[in-house]
């Protein structure tokens, strides 16, 4: 019997899983809606449904996507969290950064959030080490035990340690871990030395809580999926890497961004396949839209990344997310002035059109009522009340005094505006034209605006690939196991055995890590990095690193990098000034374990002026029969100019009057402003 490899990524609000044929390649796809209250529910049931879409095959591996930690921390649900630091800085939390949102013209106003652990529950140990890692004060086994016993008593489980320069020599956090299992041993314990081996106290304390805070989550979560699936099967982390569940558990701030990061590797791969290296992602969602950049085929990644209020440095893909999903609820200011979003109404009850409950109108009532999407949902699996729709329309449009065309034409305005935002956050902000990059859209709600983002954005293409829904399950299958290691290794005048000796213990690392996934040596890879910086400045750049022994060339090869970069980023460099000298900071290593990804295949070429199957009065500037287009019709070459509605499975492309569609030879449409058929 042949064997498929299937990938199951639980949205907010649908729950997208595809099945590839490990011997014929063939991808079979389904959706199902998300059970919030029991995620599994979900996974299961999109499992057996793509299954039975399949034919039954054997089941090789499965790679999950998953917002449970992300939703944790996003909703705030941190309760009974505990933390030890050294002696003296209790309040390191408290302090935090001096940075405030918006910059100084708002920090009269800013009132500081609360800590992810008050100050009350927070213990200090004696003890002491240097940054250089030595001992400057013995630690204090006394408080240590005190500490632990302290949390017992009041029942706090889970507990996160971060001691000063632990980065430096993990020594004391360790022996502080082997008191709390002995004295609490019913308490998760999470250490920054662990977590994070990396310089700067208060963001290393709170990725470390981030940790102990998602982990009993996480564990539930991963144990509970794993008994009822009766398989092992691997999880989605931040950096672009997966790992199997059984170690997840271990490290699950890992899979803060699992969901999203898979999305923008699915469609970096699709987009390269097409012959477009550098791209924009996005990824519509019911609940929310994420965003990223894909340069030279790798997306871009950040360790200044955050879930929530949270500041989290674990490497993650650089993925910004707004609040502008299919569910995302319009309403009205107390100035009286419409806004949509962030707020979402989810997969239950829904939008109006769903016909669950639900009482809010959302942009997927809009796009209903102006005719933009069919009267069904998932190949008729989810029928819609458009009745529901227009009442909730026109209701909201009296309010406003407006007309409902116009105010559900202003609720996808602004919805379009939100995500047009979220893009120039990841390139114009950051030094890059927005109108180099063609954009991939894809997620059930990412083709529905795309016409739109085109003019605000200036964007020369948009590819919307086939499925779209779930190009984010795609991605999974697409992506190697991967592991991040740092060291905090502060120097103006580097020293080379030093250095080879850090990035040889981190190698180590790695290597037993991929051992234990069941990768054999000869198939391990290891990719270096440095954060380098000008001497002064308060951070850093990252560059990749050299393989092979470290000598001066290699030295000059990472500083000519840097300096690259540098300039790239931010317009000047001072490779020539000898006034301004260069400081390394942290050095890194990925161990990567390769997979042999899914094949795209060409599609045959067909008709290039194919028939509608229907036609539908849609409103774009004003009612008009346009015509209905089924995807899974149109063949390599085919052209649909608009005003026309593309249809298919899980997403639905409406087709602007003066753009056209074009199918490549992949199956993407591409759609572009003006273009005319021939």
Not at 250 to 279: D, F, K
Not at 435 to 446: C, L
Request: charged residues 20%.
């Amino acid at each position: 019997m042949r064997s498929v490899r299937i990938g199951v990524d639980t949205g907010g609000t649908f729950t997208d899983v595809v099945a590839v044929d490990e011997q014929t390649g063939e991808i079979t796809t389904t959706k199902t809606p998300s059970t919030p209250a029991d995620p599994a529910d979900g996974f299961l049931e999109g499992v057996r449904k793509v299954l039975e879409k399949a034919g039954g095959q054997t089941v090789s591996a499965v790679v999950h996507g998953t917002t449970v930690a992300t939703n944790q921390l996003l909703e705030d649900r941190i309760a009974d969290l505990g933390f030890v630091t050294t002696e003296g800085f209790e309040f390191i939390l408290e302090i935090a950064r001096q940075s405030v949102p918006d910059g100084y013209g708002n920090s009269y106003f800013w009132v500081k959030p609360p800590r992810i652990v008050p100050v009350h529950r927070v213990r200090t140990v004696g003890g002491r080490l240097d940054h250089t890692g030595a001992e400057v004060r013995p630690f204090d086994e006394e408080a240590a035990v005190a500490a632990a016993g302290w949390f017992r008593e009041r029942g706090i489980t889970a507990i996160g340690v971060c001691f000063l320069h632990s980065y430096a020599n993990p020594a004391h956090e360790l022996r502080m871990r082997e008191i709390l299992e002995r004295e609490h041993p019913g308490a998760v314990v999470s250490i920054s030395s662990d977590v994070l081996r990396e310089y700067r106290e208060y963001e290393r304390s709170v990725t470390t809580l981030v940790d102990a805070a998602v982990k009993p989550t996480m564990r539930r979560y991963i144990a509970g999926l794993a008994d009822r699936l009766g398989m092992p099967f691997s999880v989605m982390k931040s950096n672009g890497g997966v790992l199997s569940a059984a170690e997840v558990v271990n490290q699950p701030i890992t899979t803060v961004l699992s969901g999203p990061a898979a999305g923008a590797l699915g469609a970096a791969l699709i987009a390269s396949t097409a012959g477009h290296p550098s791209v924009i992602t996005l990824d519509g969602g019911g609940t929310s839209t994420d965003v990223a950049v894909v340069v030279d085929g790798e997306p871009s990644l950040t360790t200044e990344g955050s879930v929530g209020r949270y500041p989290c440095k674990i490497p993650m893909i650089d993925i910004v997310t707004v609040g502008a999903g299919g569910g995302s609820v319009a309403w009205i200011s107390p100035e009286g002035t419409l806004k949509v979003g962030p707020k979402s109404a989810g997969a239950d009850p829904g939008p109006l059109c769903y016909g669950r409950g639900g009482t809010e109108v959302t942009v997927t009532d809009a796009h209903v009522f102006l005719g933009r999407v069919p009267p069904h949902l998932l190949g008729g699996e989810i029928p819609l009340e458009a009745e529901a729709a227009r009442q909730g329309i026109e209701t909201l449009a009296g309010k406003l005094g407006l007309s409902p065309e116009r105010t559900a034409a202003g609720i996808l305005e602004i919805s379009a505006f939100n995500q047009s935002n979220a893009i120039r956050r990841l390139t114009v902000k950051r030094g890059l034209d927005v109108r180099d990059f063609p954009m991939v859209a894809f997620g059930g709600s990412g083709p529905l605006l795309v016409c739109r983002l085109i003019d605000i954005l200036g964007l020369p293409s948009v590819t919307v690939p086939p499925d779209p829904g779930n190009v984010s399950a795609f991605g999974l299958l697409t992506v190697d196991v991967k592991n991040d290691y740092v060291r905090t290794f502060v120097t103006r005048d580097l020293s080379l055995d030093a250095a080879a000796e850090i990035f040889g213990e981190l190698e180590g690392q790695a290597a037993e890590a991929l051992d234990r996934e069941g990768f054999t040596a000869d198939r391990h890879v290891y990719a270096r990095s440095a954060d380098l910086r000008y001497y002064g400045q308060a951070y850093e750049v990252r560059v990749p690193a050299p393989a092979g022994p470290l000598d001066e060339a290699w030295r000059a090869e990472v500083l000519d990098r840097f300096h690259r970069a540098h300039h790239r980023l931010y317009g000047y460099g001072y490779r020539d000034d000898p006034r301004h000298g260069v400081e390394w900071v942290n050095l890194r290593v990925s161990g990567i374990g390769p997979i042999t990804r899914p094949a795209i295949g060409r599609r045959p070429y067909g008709t290039a002026d194919p028939r509608p199957v229907t036609v539908r009065e849609v409103f774009y500037d004003a009612w008009g029969p346009a015509p209905i287009h089924r995807r899974t019709d149109l063949a390599a070459g085919a052209v649909v100019a608009g005003p026309a509605v593309i249809e298919e499975y899980g997403s639905t492309l409406p087709l602007h009057p003066g753009f056209t569609a074009t199918v490549d030879a992949f199956g993407n449409l591409e759609v572009r402003r003006g273009r005319e058929k021939g």
